[in-house]
């Protein structure tokens, strides 16, 4: 059996180990990325429609009332009030988020909830004076 060329057993097990380990190190900071990644996603989509918002009422001297059209969706997607945030603006929104979690708008006010796409599922808050995660 001498000039037989191969890994012996324990070689093969201590290179596994090392590749265990640095799995169980990767795959975590992975994840802990990945998540941060869907809640900065949900805040720059948030924001758009935050800005959307912010200048409707600059043109208007107040934000579009949820009475107007029931609900935001309504009013962004039907009657589009709001030519500030496209259609896309929408889309965009939409797949950055897991859910709303509530709207409310009203002549000077608004406050709109909603959950990002990350393993907690942060809830990301918009109103006029800024976003908050």
């Given at each position: 059996m001498k000039g037989q060329k191969g890994f012996?057993?324990?070689e093969l097990i201590i290179v596994i180990a090392i590749i265990a380990i640095l799995a169980a190190?990767?795959?975590?900071?992975?994840?802990?990325?990945?998540?941060?990644a869907n809640i900065s996603a949900a805040r720059e989509s948030l924001g758009s429609l935050r800005t959307a918002l912010e200048v409707y009422r600059?043109?208007?001297?107040?934000?579009?009332?949820?009475?107007?059209?029931?609900?935001?969706?309504t009013?962004?997607?039907?009657?589009?009030?709001?030519?500030?945030f496209s259609q896309?603006?929408?889309?965009?929104?939409?797949?950055?988020?897991?859910?709303?979690?509530s709207v409310s708008v009203s002549a000077d006010d608004y406050t709109i909830k909603v959950?990002?796409?990350?393993?907690?599922?942060?809830?990301?808050?918009?109103?006029?004076?800024?976003?908050?995660?």
């Amino acid at each position: 059996m001498k000039g037989q060329k191969g890994f012996t057993l324990i070689e093969l097990i201590i290179v596994i180990a090392i590749i265990a380990i640095l799995a169980a190190v990767a795959i975590p900071n992975y994840l802990g990325f990945r998540d941060r990644a869907n809640i900065s996603a949900a805040r720059e989509s948030l924001g758009s429609l935050r800005t959307a918002l912010e200048v409707y009422r600059a043109d208007h001297n107040n934000y579009p009332a949820a009475s107007d059209a029931g609900t935001l969706e309504t009013t962004l997607t039907a009657s589009n009030p709001i030519p500030y945030f496209s259609q896309s603006d929408w889309d965009k929104l939409e797949a950055n988020i897991s859910s709303w979690e509530s709207v409310s708008v009203s002549a000077d006010d608004y406050t709109i909830k909603v959950k990002a796409k990350d393993r907690a599922n942060t809830t990301v808050t918009a109103t006029p004076g800024g976003i908050a995660p």
